[in-house]
Structures are given as C-alpha cells and as structure tokens.
C-alpha cells in the first residue's frame, strides 16, 4: 500500500493511504536516506510503502520504504548540533508567521528561514500577524520590513489571524497546494488555521507574560485536509532556525538580491567580505541592499557549527 505521512510522533506514524484511510504505522528496521543524518527519518509530507500486519485482534502497518522527496525543510536539531530534523516533506510552499513583538520574531530568524526555502527551492511567503494589536509606530516598522522583503521579490501580507483580516487572501494563495505553517510559538499559527478552518479547533495558548514567547500548544508536525481544497501542515513553534547543508561559497546564492549582483564581482567566487571591487559591497554602501540582510548573511557566514545557534531569538545581532 502507498499512502502520505500525515503525522508523526517520532516513533509512531499516522499515514493515510490512497483510499482515504487512515492508519497507524511504525517503522522497519532503520532508514538512512541519501546519508542524511536525521533525528526523524520519516517526516510529515512524505509518501511511504507500508503493509499491513495482523497481530491478535491489533492490525498496524509496517512502513518499508520512501519514495524520493520532490522536496524537503530542514534545520539543524535542537539538542544534537551534529543531527538534523526535517520539519516535513514535499511542499509546495511554507508560509512563515513573523510578529513584530508577543513574540518577537528577528530579521536573522526570518533570513536563515529564507535561505533555508531558497536552499530546497521552496516558495516562502511571510506573513505579518497581530496587525490589529500594533501601536502607530510599530505599524511604521511592520511596513518598514514588508517593504524590505517584497523589494527583494519575497510575497508579503500583513494579517489578523484573531480578527480575521486578509485571512481570504491567505486561502487564495493555499488553494491546490500542500503548505506548511511555521514559526516562533506564539505568533498565531494554530489561531491562523482556526480562522481558516473554524472545524479543525486546533488548541491555542496566550503568550507568557514572563518571557514574551509563546507555549508550545502543537507538539507534533501534522497535516490537515482543508475543507476549500487545500492541505496545511501545522508544526510546532521553532525557537531557532540553524543552516545545516550548505557550503559557504554558496549561502550568498540562497539571498536573492545578492545573487542577482554577484556576476558583477570582481572574483566569481567573492564571498562579499572583504575582496576588493565586490559589487554586494557597493550595494551596501549605496543602501541599495538591506544592512539587517548583510548582517544575517555574514552570522550565517562565520558562525560556529557548534555555536548556539538559538540565541538570536533573545537579541538582534
């Protein structure tokens, strides 16, 4: 039998098959796939073979193989800073939930995200929540940022998941599609896909006063069947998003605007520090490329693998 993994629990998989059952399933054995080391070897998204088994009155199934990926988002493991976790598999784009405060979410956050689509050839769309919570000034600085980002050719739109604005255009653009949600916890994603979907009830939290970040409230990555023909998956808040995969000669190809100059570069392979007549520079100079882009590009450069990665969640760097 063939079916998609709908959700997964780490050791348990929920898989519904091509005649729109559902059932539980385990693994055979252990998976290694094209040597990635992985702390979850099958992620939600993924198309899997399984059989099903009978023992006594329980009937499970038995996963056995994977069919390749068209795609997949990955970022390096909490705890293990030499594994990595694949949030889920085969989308066709992921919407990423930033907050301006209630959490606040980083532009460095926001950019590692986006390099990480660009890297898997993902199309990202940011979207700008809690738009009806925000003072004069800090509406200022919202636009500020959609403006930095749809320059750049990324689509951006400011919403309301509590109140329900623009959240029409949200399931315009989810129509056909597989999307993922993603985000710090807290943003409003779970309140988002209420909004969207009223039946699904998925549980939400308040912020916690203490800290200003949001509670866990999805513990697992999960896929949903929406009623207006579209499919989400749901994951559980990221605190903090580490490249994993990528050379260092090519994270300036994943930032759209520097890949657009980098033919302009005195060296084809300028890593845009220090090398003389390099054309990313010049941009910086003439304010014709982002500095909170320029800086995340150069943390992603010379960071420490091993470094803590997570720490931009507390300060801007």
């Not at 091509?18 to 040597?35: A, L, N, W």
């Not at 939930?97 to 898997?120: G, H, K, W």
């Not at 939290?205 to 998956?233: K, V």
Request: proline share 2%.
């Amino acid at each position: 039998m063939i079916g998609t993994v709908y959700k997964s629990t780490g050791s348990w998989y929920t898989v519904k098959a091509r005649d729109g059952k559902f059932y539980e399933c385990r693994i055979k054995g252990k998976f290694r796939i094209k040597g990635i080391k992985s702390t979850n070897p099958i992620a939600v998204g993924d198309k899997v073979h399984f059989k099903l088994e009978t023992k006594g009155d329980e009937t499970v199934g038995v996963i056995h193989k994977i069919e390749e990926r068209q795609n997949y988002i990955i970022r390096k493991s909490v705890n293990l800073s030499k594994q990595v976790h694949i949030i889920a598999a085969n989308l066709d784009q992921v919407f990423l939930m930033v907050t301006l405060n209630n959490p606040t979410t980083f532009t460095s956050f926001i950019d590692r995200f986006l390099v990480t689509a660009e890297a898997y050839d993902i199309p990202a769309i940011l979207l700008f929540n809690k738009i009806d919570a925000y003072a004069i000034e800090e509406r200022a600085e919202v636009a500020y940022l959609m403006d930095l980002y749809k320059n750049i050719g990324y689509t951006v739109l400011e919403i309301s998941a509590k109140e329900g604005k623009n959240t029409h255009l949200v399931k315009e653009l989810m129509l056909n599609k597989v999307s993922m949600f993603s985000g710090h916890s807290g943003v409003g994603k779970s309140t988002l896909v209420n909004a969207l979907e009223p039946g699904l009830k998925l549980k939400t939290a308040e912020i916690s006063e203490q800290h200003a970040q949001g509670q866990h409230t999805t513990t697992f990555a999960e896929m949903y069947d929406l009623s207006f023909n579209a499919q989400i998956i749901d994951t559980p808040g990221i605190r903090g998003f580490g490249i994993v995969e990528m050379e260092k000669d090519e994270i300036g190809d994943y930032f759209p605007e520097f890949f657009e100059l980098k033919s302009e570069c005195k060296f084809n392979n300028c890593l845009h520090l220090d090398e003389p007549k390099c054309a990313v520079k010049e941009a910086l100079d003439n304010d014709e490329v982002s500095w909170s882009r320029y800086r995340s590009y150069v943390q992603m450069l010379t960071e420490d693998v091993d470094a803590n990665y997570r720490q931009d969640i507390y300060k801007e760097k």
